[in-house]
């Protein structure tokens, strides 16, 4: 027996394949979109992962440095350091701000670390590390700089002598990291202006101002324009003791939170992926909808011109399943070239997006077996009308 | 023959379909997760190392000055403004002698007074020292006349008492002159105090230098202690570094310096550093060191912020990676060296490091060994790798 | 070969809808076909050929009657037949007005598709059609696909395709309205050449003018009934 759906496949292939391509397109459009998702998730895993933490100790009562804002003193870390069971204890800020190269802007989450300490970035793609205390720094490529840029964060100009790939923050803001002074600096120093007029408001002020002691003026501007703070405290805990029980001990201490690293990840992905998450969901849905949709179409467009014939293949003796599996094996044909076409597709465009997106072989899989279901409901209504014919018809025109 | 009609038709189906096949099998071997991970790999090498110290810091004068008054008052003159050059010694400012020069006086009459009462004094022991005499003389001659039965002994007895009370008279006049002597010796020292007070409000350089501050107009108040005006040596300025506690292991005096001012990026400025402080900032972590200018650069201020690279000595013959190629498994550092083939993550212990961000390896690698410097994703044991040349970074 | 007793009808009534308003399309119709024969059923339109062809063709189920198709009864006041499909595919072959061909086949396999159908192998069923298309001159355009046949070729293949599973009967709906008397008379010869050759009994439906002539047995059906008639049996060269 001939393959019926192969044969009317290879004898008008032109507008299958380009209804296949359509179709594919669409569906890369949906592999994208769980892509997106996954790169999301990914995102804050590689967030975590690559911070080199496994504990995270921020301020009391605020749920963690990414999240939510935190700020604690920057000498806390010495109180840290001499816990049980605690390997590494590094200060690190976070700060989204717009990072300027000549004339344009980049917003970027600025990271401050501390060479050879949980917070610095794991890997490099090009440059080399820090070597200064001060005004280096090290880029992500998502932000686009070259080794060799000079940048501006807040009042000074950093070189970038570093990349890296897949630093990027939970929002997606690819990372800057520059030396923990330097951006305690930026983070908590305000600009000229406001320092200006903090001094005069500052010398106006007579309790502050007092011509009987001199030098007190200065040391409170002094003061006022220093910061010690930091937004957390990365833990590494060494060998042989539990995440969880050192994050309880920490959390003892009554001014500060510490979160594991898998309640990190809950924070990350529950509470700010989540409505993301939602969000997708309901556009790979539509997405799928309108896939069935147009698969159903066109598989009920092309059963109609065939109405004629399939009236005469059931007069001269076809099964109605043989004309049923005709039709099902057009559906799903289209469905593994669209499916094709849309895994090559998302692949080749994914790199181009701003955000990461991120296609698992599973997923590829999964969008397959979906694909399938979803082109075998489509073709449904065309087999319903092409059951109803009636045979009659071929006779007598 | 017929054949051929239909074949161009399979035959572009058969091209399209091989086509997709072929792109979805690239797709699936050469991305995602089961695509090898792209590395660039080095080979160490011997080398020098020229490592550095890097701080930044201010501008300061090493030698500065706070001219001020030691009491209160109000200014009356300033004489130099701010930029001026003054020698040692020169006028910079006056304050109000406000009661200075009436207490001059009022001491100096006082000191008149005194003598006077010196003079008076010494007039009174001479009265009281000649009646003394007189009463002696007197008491002798009736005492002789008392034993020769001449008078009574009542009239000697008075005698005597006359001489008596004469020559009390006498050591009181001459106390008195004593006293008053006294009173004239600190009259006078407190018109030398007086004087050396007005010549207090003269405010002059201690030394040579330059103005930089001038804190108080002629008329206002100031306290003692409280600046007019501030000088400072401008051949004495130096850059007050700040270097990280962690990473100051080497510094000590005499080490070579590069300065690069703020206001001026493009020139380096040779030193040296002069004096590593003994104590440091516990607060912000970090060593304090001196470093001071081989040729004093012109047009510089103070409170100017500075960029300074101390040069260690390099070391030669050391063997060398990039530090990018460095890789932190929990406490232990090391590089992945790929040799036969494999991958495995090798712990080394670093020395010296450039700026240039070559490192050194004291231990865990020999030369010639091939290292992975640059990788898309974090690296395992098992991980599967394809060596580029670049990763794709720009570089300028 | 088909062997059998060709075509026979007995006292077959086909009543559409029911009381007022029913019609009768037949009533009571006679026919036979002998193997080999190729007989002309005439009638104006509305005369319920149509409907005859439909009911001796197992797409509708007649009323009342008896219907025997190479030998067998298959209808006697009800369906004597399971499966009326298979009887199709397999005693029955169909020429329709038009040729019909599947366009996404070429000439061999659409002929070739009905001995598929009846389960025969690939390659059995393509030397069939093969054969049948040398017996109707059109074996040279066996590869080309349905567009590119000429109306003649398609027509050829068409009966090609109905001789295909080698029925006892065949039913001609109008096969030569839209030719010309030239082609029409081919269409005859061929179709009294395959009917002799495989022993089938053709019944052609028409009322073209031009090919009457060539019966030599005429049913002429008017207002559901038929009556016998001798043809004029005019000679096809």
């Known amino acids: 027996m001939i393959s019926l759906a192969g044969r009317d496949i290879l004898h008008s292939w032109g507008k299958f394949v380009l209804t296949g391509l359509g179709l594919g397109l669409l569906i890369g459009v949906t592999f994208t979109m769980a892509g997106v998702y996954r790169g999301m998730v990914d995102d804050a895993k590689v967030l975590l992962n690559n911070s080199g933490a496994d504990l995270w100790v921020v301020q009391k009562d605020t749920l963690g440095p990414y999240a939510e804002s935190s700020s604690i003193p920057d000498d806390a870390y010495r109180g840290i350091l001499g816990m049980p069971g605690v390997a590494q204890a590094a200060n690190v800020t976070y700060l989204t701000m717009q990072v300027r190269k000549a004339s344009t802007d980049v917003r970027a989450m600025v990271v401050g670390f501390e060479p050879g300490q949980p917070g610095e970035p794991a890997y490099l793609v090009a440059g080399r590390r820090i070597t200064r205390s001060h005004y280096e720094a090290v880029a992500d490529v998502m932000t686009f700089f070259a080794v060799g840029d000079r940048i501006r964060i807040r009042r000074h100009d950093y070189t970038v002598v570093g990349l890296t790939r897949r630093m990027v923050s939970s929002g997606g803001d690819p990372m800057v990291f520059i030396p923990l002074k330097d951006a305690q600096e930026a983070q908590f120093l305000k600009d000229n202006d406001a ?103 066109i598989i009920y467009t092309m059963t109609l011109g065939k109405i004629r014939e399939i009236a005469v293949l059931k007069l001269i003796g076809t099964h109605n399943r043989t004309i049923a599996a005709m039709i099902l094996q057009q559906a799903l044909g289209l469905g593994l070239i669209g499916f094709l076409v849309g895994k090559i597709a998302a692949t080749i465009w994914g790199p181009a997006f701003p955000k990461y997106v991120l296609l698992l072989p599973e997923d590829a899989v999964r969008g397959f077996v979906i694909v399938m279901v979803v082109c075998t409901i489509a073709s449904t209504l065309a087999i319903r009308a092409a059951l109803k014919v009636d045979p009659a018809t071929a006779i007598g025109g | 023959m017929k054949l051929s009609l239909t074949l161009p038709r399979q035959a572009w189906f058969a091209v399209f379909g091989i086509a997709l096949l072929i792109g979805f099998g690239w797709v699936a071997l050469r991305s995602g997760p089961l695509a090898p991970i792209k590395v660039t790999v080095t080979q160490a090498a011997k080398g020098k190392v020229a490592p550095a110290l890097f701080g930044i810091g201010t501008v300061e004068a090493r030698r500065a000055y706070l001219i001020g008054p030691t009491a209160a008052g109000r200014v009356r003159r300033v004489l130099v403004d701010v930029g001026d050059v003054v020698k040692a010694g020169a006028l910079l400012a006056e304050m109000e002698p406000v009661d200075l020069d009436a207490r001059v006086t009022s001491a100096a009459a006082a000191a008149v007074r005194a003598r006077s009462a010196v003079a008076t004094a010494q007039a009174q022991v001479q009265d009281t020292q000649s009646r003394q005499e007189l009463a002696a003389s007197e008491a002798r001659r009736y005492d002789e006349l008392g034993r020769k039965g001449f008078v009574g002994q009542s009239v000697v007895d008075g005698k005597l008492q006359q001489q008596r009370s004469a020559d009390a008279q006498l050591a009181a006049a001459e106390s008195a002159l004593t006293s008053a002597r006294q009173d004239l010796a600190r009259l006078d020292a407190d018109r030398e105090g007086v004087k050396q007070q007005r010549v207090n409000i003269r405010l002059e350089a201690p030394a040579d230098g330059v103005v930089t501050a001038r804190d108080a107009e002629p008329g206002s108040t100031v306290i003692a202690g409280q600046s007019v005006l501030k000088l400072e040596d401008p051949g004495s300025l130096w850059v007050k570094v700040r270097l990280d506690q962690g990473r100051s292991a080497g510094l000590r005096v005499g080490l070579p310096a590069e300065i690069t001012l703020r206001s001026n990026p493009r020139k380096l400025f040779a030193g040296k550093v002069v004096r590593v402080e003994p104590i440091s900032d516990s607060v912000t972590e970090e060593r304090l060191a001196q470093v001071a200018f081989d040729q004093m650069p012109q047009g510089v201020s103070t409170g100017e912020m500075a960029e300074v690279a101390l040069h260690l000595p390099v070391v030669s013959g050391a063997l060398l990676i990039p530090n990018a190629a460095l890789r932190h498994h929990g406490a232990q550092t090391g590089v992945w060296l790929r040799a036969d083939g494999r991958l495995r993550f090798v712990p080394v212990k670093t020395g010296e490091e450039g700026p240039d961000g070559k490192v050194q390896i004291v231990e865990g690698l020999k030369g010639g060994d091939e290292v992975v410097v640059y990788s898309e994703r974090d690296l395992k044991d098992d991980s599967r790798i394809k060596v580029v040349d670049s990763l794709g970074g720009k570089t300028q | ?197 495989y022993q089938t009994a053709i019944i052609v439906v028409t009322h073209d003018e031009k090919i009457i002539p060539t019966f030599k047995r005429i049913y002429n059906i008017r207002d559901g009934r038929t009556i016998e008639e001798a043809g004029e049996g005019r000679a096809l060269e």
């Open chain 3, 1 to 197: 070969m088909a062997t059998g007793v060709g075509i026979r009808i007995e006292g077959l009534s086909k009543r559409y809808g029911a009381g007022d308003t029913a019609v009768d399309a037949l009533k009571e119709v006679n026919m036979s076909v002998a193997p080999g024969e190729v007989v002309g059923l005439i009638g104006p339109s509305g005369s319920g050929k149509t409907t005859l062809l439909k009911c001796l063709g197992a797409v509708i189920e007649p009323t009342r009657g008896r219907m025997t198709l190479g030998g067998e009864v298959i209808y006697d006041n009800g369906w004597k037949i399971t499966d009326l499909r298979v009887l199709r595919r397999d005693r029955i072959g169909f020429i329709f007005q038009a040729p019909y061909l599947i366009p996404f086949l070429d000439a061999t396999d659409n002929v070739a598709l009905l001995p598929m159908l009846a389960g025969r192998s690939n390659a059995v069923a393509r030397a069939r059609a093969l054969e049948l298309l040398q017996a109707l001159d059109v074996a040279h355009r066996a590869r080309a696909e349905t567009s590119e046949l000429s109306g003649g070729e398609q027509q050829r293949v068409s009966i090609a395709r109905a001789l295909a599973n080698r029925p006892p009967v065949i039913l001609a709906d109008e096969p030569t309205a839209p030719l010309d008397s030239e082609r029409a008379l081919a269409v005859m010869r061929i179709l009294n050449k395959m009917a002799s050759q």
């Open chain 1, 195 to 297: 320092i200006v007029n903090g001094r005069a408001r500052t010398a106006a002020n007579p309790a502050l101002n007092r011509p009987g002691v001199p030098g007190l003026l200065d040391a409170i501007n002094a003061s006022q324009a220093s910061n010690h703070n930091v937004n957390a405290v990365l833990v590494r805990v060494a060998e042989g003791h539990s995440p969880d029980a050192v994050a309880q001990t920490l959390r003892r201490w009554k001014h500060l939170q510490a979160f594991t690293r898998a309640q990190m990840e809950e924070i990350l992905i529950a509470k700010l992926i989540a409505i993301f998450a939602k969000q997708i969901g309901m556009i790979l849905m539509i997405l799928t909808v309108v896939s069935a949709a147009i698969v159903a179409f």
